[in-house]
């Protein structure tokens, strides 16, 4: 999912633009704009956690760029592409290294496991919206 912040700062074809370069497929994509219940859901399992707040706020300012990719180890593979959720620790040349701007303006996010990534995928995309 390309955030908020790289939504509105014009970033998503270049994010969008090196996710293809570095040999993923989309099999799905959509602009959608998120209420605050379901950046809530979306977000759950950080509930407890001190930032959730800031987040679901952070999440819902703006459309974001929902996607499927697919390309073997895709999750492993896309972790490696967006780098650090801390943008001052991200190795150059990978997304959030060139378009974050902070922790939570990170400009994407990236499921963290296969499980976690067919969750978040159905919570955007039906099976007649993939490819």
Known sequence: ???????????????????????????????????????????????????????????TSGPVVAAILEKENAVEAYRTLIGSTNPENAAEGTIRKRFASSIQNNAVHGSDSDENAEIECSFFFNHFERV
């Open 1 to 59: 999912m390309i955030k908020p912040d790289a939504v509105r700062a014009g970033d998503s074809g270049l994010i969008l633009d090196q996710i293809i370069r570095s040999g993923f497929e989309i099999k799905a994509l959509k602009l959608v704009q998120l209420s605050q219940k379901e950046a809530e859901a979306f977000y759950a399992v950080h509930c407890e956690r001190p930032f959730y707040g800031s987040l679901v706020e952070f999440m």
